[in-house]
Structure formats: C-alpha cells, structure tokens
C-alpha cells in the first residue's frame, strides 16, 4: 500500500495548470495570475500633494509669499494667463492635487499663517518636501501582479489603481460530484423509516461545499446512485462527456460486495469510457480505501482525461482525503505554484493513542496560548473515527500522527496540515513591542 505521501504526489503529477483565459479585473478574485499584469501608466500620474497646505518654490522659504489660486484634488490649478507659480508666490493645495508649475514642495496648513493674500511660512523647507513625484506609487511598466499570484481583494485594488482591465488568468475546473450507495437519502426530504436502513446523505452537500471554499464553484450535481455498475458507470461517463476535468465520488470503493466503483472506473461496467487506476489503498486513517483514477472516452482515447477520486463513503474519511488529495489538485489545475496543504508545527494538549496499524490525520482546532510559546496549542476534536462526522467540526489542522505502538504525549510537537481558515482561529497572545522581539 502506498504512503499518503506518495499518493499526494502521484495526484499533483498528474493534475496540471487548466488554460488561461482573460477576465474582468473585479472578477478574477481567488483566480491564479496567467501572465505579469504590468502597470500601464504611472501613479500618481502627476507630481501630487500628501498634505493640505500651500504649495511653494523652496528656495523662497522662509517668506512672505503672495497667494495666487489654488489646486485641489480633481481641479488643478487653472487661470487666465500664466497659472505657473513664480519667485514670492504660493497657492494653496489639498492632499492629492496636482503641484502647479513652479512649485517644487508643499507647506502643511499648520506650518503657514495666512494674512488676506499672503502666506508666512518661518522655517527652510526642502525641494521636494511633501510631494509624491510622478509614479511614486507605481511606475509605468512595473509588474503589479505577477504570474502565479493569487488574486485577492489588495490585487483588485492595485489593478484598480492602474485603470482596470482584463487579467490573465488560470481556467477554473470543472468539477462533478456524486454520492454512492442504496442507502442514501436526500438531506431535507422525509426522514427515512429507520428499519429501511437508510440514511442522509451527508456527503454531497459536504463536498460541494468543500469544492466552494476551496474556489471551484462550476459543479455538475450528478445526484446519489444506487449501486449498480451500470448506472455508475453511465454517471461516470455523463461526467466525462460534460468536459468535467475532475470527478469526485464517494462511497463503493472497499471490498463490499456491491462496491463497484473501482470495476467502473476501469471500464468494465460499460459507459464507452476506459480508465486507469492509480492507486486503490493508500497507508492512512481515516480513508485507506482511497481510489485515484484517470478516466477517458473509449472512442477518443486522444481526447481528454477526467481525473476521477473516489473517496470512501464514511464521512470523515471523504472529508479528509478531499482535503489531502483534491485540494491539491483543484489547486494545481487552477494554476497555483505550490498547491500543498501547508504543514505548521502545533503543540498535542492531551495524550494520543496512536493507531498500531496507520498513520492518522487527527482532527484539531488550534489557541495559541502564553505556554505554548510560539506554537499553537492542538487540542483534539476528540473520537476519530471515520463515521463520527462531529469530529470535523471547526478542525483547522490534520495533525500528522505516525503509527503505533504507544501514545503522543500531552506537550509533544507535531506537524500538521491545515484546513481551516486561520485568521479565525482561536489566539490569546499579548501584543509584543518591537522592544521585546529584539
Ligand atoms: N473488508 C473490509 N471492509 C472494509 C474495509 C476493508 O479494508 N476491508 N475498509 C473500511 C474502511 S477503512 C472504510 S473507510 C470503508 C469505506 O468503504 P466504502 O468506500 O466502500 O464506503 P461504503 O461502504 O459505501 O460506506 C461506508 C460507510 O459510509 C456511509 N456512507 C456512504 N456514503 C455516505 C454519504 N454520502 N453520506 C453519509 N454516509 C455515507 C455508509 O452508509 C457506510 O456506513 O470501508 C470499510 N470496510
Ligand atoms: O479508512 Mo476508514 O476511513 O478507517 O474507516
């Protein structure tokens, strides 16, 4: 059985940056950059004020200046005849207007004391003093977003700030979604009899949301399947022919007699589609029976390639291994550079019995307390078995258990992958002054 490890990057090897396409600045929010996008023009595009004051010739300080207009952010100053500032004049300005002509710096309006038509200022003042020269922000030709940035709301603001525009970005995948098993019912329709054996379909609204949160939002509901080959294997096909670049299931991979899915994805159930299975067990908890498959039409062997995960059907375990494995994936396609989980280093707040048979993927929300120095505490969602899907509420981390014998003392460092928003997270430090870090 291979290593998750192993596993995660079979998956990334296979997962691919999807084309680029160009959109709307204001929509390419949580897109990954394709090409540099490069500022056009300068900001400010004019030499400009930072303060509200008077805009003055250096050299004439400390004067009396006489005052002849004014500029303003959005009304430069304007006149008949010569609007250019000359030896002994002023005018006055405002934070972001133009510097006229003439004037080399900018007086504060605290610094200056204003007689009818004049103005005094009593100290030197240096060219250039509270001026923003002409791209003091940003330069004509300097990259704003490189490629491979994440587009986040600063991103928007920044490409605002250069005039707008279209931005060159990764195509998002399309991605389908499908519940497996006899048993499932729909989550808000009638509660099921209990001696029928059935219940909710916990899965599919899990994982849709997943895939949301994680930035897909094209998904192609196929619904939940009875398990039956054919039907599964005309819904794996349905997905294909729908240009899904990724198929996630769950449910019908372990060794069941009616776990059909690993037959399907190989094509021998029918659809016109063949696959390849990567791997079928992977040496982990929870989701050992974690299925990687790459699926294609029979017809068009040239045509293109649906990577299929078929998760395990028990809750968590299809929560885990989605985060384990999907993640990077839908990552990568849409063009991120590291697609990884990221690993931080977190302190066990109680003992751990490890597993004697796989390495686990303990659940835990993170505090950062005094103690624990700079390292968060982990504190256990607690049971972890696979079909306790209250072990995932409010999880940040999968801490990265090894297998047994033994236990993970209280105290003790591990790594762990996060999977949660951490700005969120639960933090109770002091405040610490430049002082104290040094
Ligand atoms: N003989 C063996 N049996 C099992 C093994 C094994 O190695 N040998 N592995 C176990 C492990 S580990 C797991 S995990 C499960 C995974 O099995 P499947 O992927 O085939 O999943 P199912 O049997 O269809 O379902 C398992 C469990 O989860 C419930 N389920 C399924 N889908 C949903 C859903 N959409 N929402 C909520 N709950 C769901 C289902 O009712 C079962 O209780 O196999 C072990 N068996
Ligand atoms: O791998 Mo399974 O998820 O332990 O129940």
Request: glycine fraction near 10%; hydrophobic fraction near 40%.
């Amino acid at each position: 059985m291979i290593s998750m490890n192993e596993a995660v990057d079979r998956v990334i090897s296979r997962a691919h940056p999807l084309p680029q396409e160009s959109v709307a600045f204001v929509d390419a929010v949580g897109r990954v950059v394709a090409e540099d996008f490069v500022a056009p023009r300068p900001h400010p595009p004019f030499a400009a004020s930072v303060m509200d004051g008077y805009a003055v010739r250096s050299a004439d300080c400390p004067g009396v200046m006489t005052l002849i207009g004014a500029s303003r952010a959005g009304a430069p100053m304007r006149g008949s005849g010569n609007t250019s500032i000359q030896p002994g004049q002023c005018a006055y300005i405002t934070t972001g207007a133009p510097l006229p002509p003439g004037a080399d710096a900018v007086v504060p309006s605290e610094e200056c004391r204003v007689d009818g038509g004049t103005v005094s200022i009593d100290a030197n003042v240096d060219a250039g003093k509270w001026v923003r020269p002409v791209g003091f922000d940003i330069k004509a030709g300097e990259t704003l977003v490189p490629a491979g940035s994440l587009v986040g709301a600063h991103e928007v603001g920044i490409v605002a700030a250069a005039g707008g525009g279209e931005i060159c970005v990764h195509r998002k995948p399309k991605l389908a979604l499908l519940s497996t098993g006899d048993e499932l019912a729909e989550a808000g329709e009638v509660e099921p009899d209990a001696s029928s054996g059935r219940i909710y379909d916990a899965n599919r609204p899990m994982l849709a949301a997943l895939a949301k949160t994680s930035g897909v939002d094209d998904v192609l509901d196929l619904g939940r399947a009875v398990d039956d080959p054919g039907a599964l294997a005309s819904l794996v096909a349905r997905a294909h022919a729908e240009g899904c670049d990724v198929l996630v299931t769950s449910g019908g991979v372990s060794e069941g007699d009616r776990d059909y899915l690993k037959e399907v994805l190989l094509g021998e159930h029918g659809g016109g589609i063949e696959g390849e299975v990567h791997f079928g067990r992977v040496m982990m908890k929870p989701g050992k029976p974690l299925t990687f498959a790459e699926v294609q039409s029979k017809t068009d062997c040239g045509g293109n390639k649906m990577l299929v995960f078929a998760l395990p059907g028990n809750p968590v375990s299809a929560a885990v291994t989605f985060h384990l494995v999907v993640v990077p994936t839908l990552r990568r396609m849409m063009g991120w550079r590291d697609p990884r989980l990221r690993r931080v280093h977190v302190v066990v707040s109680s003992d751990l019995k490890l597993d004697p048979e796989r390495p686990e993927y303990h659940r835990a929300t993170l505090d950062w307390q005094e103690h624990t120095r700079h390292l968060p505490a982990a504190h256990s969602t607690g049971k972890q078995v696979s079909s306790r899907l209250t072990s995932m509420r409010g999880a940040e981390v999968l801490m990265e258990l090894p297998r047994g014998p033994g236990m993970v003392a209280k105290g003790t460092v591990v790594s762990a992958l996060v999977i949660g928003n951490l700005s969120s997270a639960s933090v109770q430090l002091p405040a610490i002054s430049p002082e104290v870090v040094r």
